[in-house]
C-alpha cells in the first residue's frame, strides 16, 4: 500500500507540475506576442530619446566636425531665449483651445449620434459622413483649408455675398486670425476620433440606468451628470491624454499653412525646434529645445492625469446616483 501512495504521489506530482508549467507558458505567450513592440520602443524611441538628451550637452552644427561639450550652456541660454518663451505661449494656447474644442465638438456629435432617430440608415450614413476628416492626414487638410482659407477662395467668397465683408480677409496673414484659424482646421481632423471613441463608450452604458432614471423622475440634464459622464469619464481621461500629446507637438499645421507667421503668432515649439534644429542647423541647441519640449509635455500629461484620473474612477467600480 505504501508503494503504491508513493507511487501515486509522484504521478499526481507531476501533472500538477506539467499543469503549472503550461500555465505559466501561457502567462508568457502574453509577452511574447508584445515583445516585438517593446523591441522597437526600447532601440529606436529610447535610443532617440537618450542621443537627443546627449546632443543637448553639445555644440554641433553644420559646420562642426566634432562635437564639442558645452554641458548645460544651451539649456541657460534658452532661459533668456524670447523667442523659446513666445512659441511656449502660442503652444499652449493652441493646446489648451483645441483640446477643448475637440471634447465639446466631439462629445456633442456623439452624443447626437448616440440618440434615437426616426431614420437608422440616415444616422448612420451621417456617421460615416463626419468621420471623413479623420481620414485625411494633416498635411493634406492643411492643404485643403489652405485653399478656403486663400483670400480668392470659398470662404471669402461667400463672406462678400453675404454682405459680411466688403474686401478679402486674410485668414492666414493677420496676427488676430491665424492662430484660431490654425485651431479650428485641428479641430476639423481630429473631432471625430473623439466623437468616435465617446460614441463606443455611451453605447457601453446600459440602459437599464436611464430607465431606472426615469422611473425616479431624473431630467435629461441630471441623467447626463450622474450617469452618463461620470461612465464615459475613463474614456475621456484616456483620449484626452493622448490629444495634450498630439496636439502638444503639432508640427504639420504650422508648417504648410503659416510657417509661425504673422510674425511669429503661430510658431509652436515643435516648429521653432525644427527651425532651430535643421534651418539653422543648431542641432545642440534644437536638441536641447526638444528636451525642454518633452519635459514640458510630460509634465502637462502627468499634471492632467493627477487631477482628473483618479485610480478607483479608471479600475474601480463607478457608481451613479440620482
Given at each position: 500500500?505504501?508503494?503504491?501512495?508513493?507511487?501515486?504521489?509522484?504521478?499526481?506530482a507531476k501533472n500538477l507540475g506539467g499543469r503549472t508549467l503550461r500555465a505559466r507558458f501561457k502567462a508568457?505567450?502574453?509577452?511574447?506576442?508584445?515583445?516585438?513592440?517593446?523591441?522597437?520602443?526600447?532601440?529606436?524611441?529610447?535610443?532617440?530619446?537618450?542621443?537627443?538628451?546627449?546632443?543637448?550637452?553639445?555644440?554641433?552644427?553644420?559646420?562642426?566636425?566634432?562635437?564639442?561639450?558645452?554641458?548645460?550652456?544651451?539649456?541657460?541660454?534658452?532661459?533668456?531665449?524670447?523667442?523659446?518663451?513666445?512659441?511656449?505661449?502660442?503652444?499652449?494656447?493652441?493646446?489648451?483651445?483645441?483640446?477643448?474644442?475637440?471634447?465639446?465638438?466631439?462629445?456633442?456629435?456623439?452624443?447626437?449620434?448616440?440618440?434615437?432617430?426616426?431614420?437608422?440608415?440616415?444616422?448612420?450614413?451621417?456617421?460615416?459622413?463626419?468621420?471623413?476628416?479623420?481620414?485625411?492626414?494633416?498635411?493634406?487638410?492643411?492643404?485643403?483649408?489652405?485653399?478656403?482659407?486663400?483670400?480668392?477662395?470659398?470662404?471669402?467668397?461667400?463672406?462678400?455675398?453675404?454682405?459680411?465683408?466688403?474686401?478679402?480677409?486674410?485668414?492666414?496673414?493677420?496676427?488676430?486670425?491665424?492662430?484660431?484659424?490654425?485651431?479650428?482646421?485641428?479641430?476639423?481632423?481630429?473631432?471625430?476620433?473623439?466623437?468616435?471613441?465617446?460614441?463606443?463608450?455611451?453605447?457601453?452604458?446600459?440602459?437599464?440606468?436611464?430607465?431606472?432614471?426615469?422611473?425616479?423622475?431624473?431630467?435629461?440634464?441630471?441623467?447626463?451628470?450622474?450617469?452618463?459622464?461620470?461612465?464615459?469619464?475613463?474614456?475621456?481621461?484616456?483620449?484626452?491624454?493622448?490629444?495634450?500629446?498630439?496636439?502638444?507637438?503639432?508640427?504639420?499645421?504650422?508648417?504648410?499653412?503659416?510657417?509661425?507667421?504673422?510674425?511669429?503668432?503661430?510658431?509652436?515649439?515643435?516648429?521653432?525646434?525644427?527651425?532651430?534644429?535643421?534651418?539653422?542647423?543648431?542641432?545642440?541647441?534644437?536638441?536641447?529645445?526638444?528636451?525642454?519640449?518633452?519635459?514640458?509635455?510630460?509634465?502637462?500629461?502627468?499634471?492632467?492625469?493627477?487631477?482628473?484620473?483618479?485610480?478607483?474612477?479608471?479600475?474601480?467600480?463607478?457608481?451613479?446616483?440620482?
Open positions: 500500500m505504501g508503494a503504491l501512495k508513493s507511487e501515486r504521489d509522484t504521478v499526481v508568457m505567450s502574453g509577452y511574447l506576442f508584445i515583445a516585438p513592440a517593446i523591441l522597437y520602443l526600447t532601440f529606436v524611441v529610447g535610443y532617440s530619446i537618450i542621443y537627443t538628451i546627449r546632443l543637448s550637452f553639445f555644440e554641433f552644427s553644420y559646420g562642426t566636425r566634432i562635437p564639442s561639450f558645452v554641458g548645460f550652456k544651451h539649456y541657460v541660454k534658452l532661459l533668456s531665449d524670447q523667442d523659446i518663451w513666445s512659441s511656449a505661449r502660442v503652444t499652449l494656447v493652441f493646446t489648451v483651445a483645441a483640446v477643448v474644442l475637440h471634447l465639446l465638438v466631439g462629445g456633442l456629435f456623439a452624443l447626437l449620434l448616440n440618440e434615437r432617430w426616426f431614420s437608422v440608415q440616415l444616422r448612420n450614413g451621417i456617421r460615416g459622413l463626419l468621420i471623413l476628416p479623420w481620414l485625411f492626414s494633416f498635411a493634406a487638410a492643411a492643404l485643403v483649408w489652405g485653399l478656403l482659407f486663400h483670400p480668392f477662395g470659398v470662404l471669402n467668397y461667400f463672406a462678400r455675398v453675404l454682405g459680411i465683408t466688403d474686401g478679402a480677409v486674410e485668414f492666414l496673414g493677420r496676427a488676430q486670425l491665424a492662430l484660431p484659424s490654425l485651431i479650428v482646421v485641428n479641430i476639423w481632423k481630429t473631432f471625430p476620433f473623439y466623437m468616435v471613441m465617446i460614441l463606443g463608450g455611451l453605447q457601453s452604458i446600459p440602459t437599464e440606468l436611464y430607465e431606472a432614471a426615469k422611473v425616479d423622475g431624473a431630467s435629461p440634464l441630471q441623467r447626463f451628470w450622474r450617469i452618463t459622464l461620470p461612465l464615459v469619464r475613463p474614456v475621456l481621461v484616456a483620449i484626452t491624454s493622448l490629444d495634450i500629446i498630439t496636439t502638444f507637438g503639432h508640427y504639420d499645421l504650422v508648417k504648410t499653412l503659416t510657417e509661425g507667421g504673422p510674425f511669429g503668432t503661430t510658431r509652436t515649439l515643435a516648429y521653432y525646434i525644427w527651425l532651430t534644429g535643421f534651418q539653422d542647423g543648431n542641432f545642440g541647441y534644437g536638441a536641447a529645445a526638444s528636451v525642454v519640449l518633452l519635459a514640458c509635455l510630460s509634465g502637462a500629461t502627468l499634471l492632467y492625469l493627477r487631477l482628473f484620473a483618479q485610480k478607483e474612477e479608471l479600475y474601480g467600480e463607478t457608481t451613479t446616483g440620482i
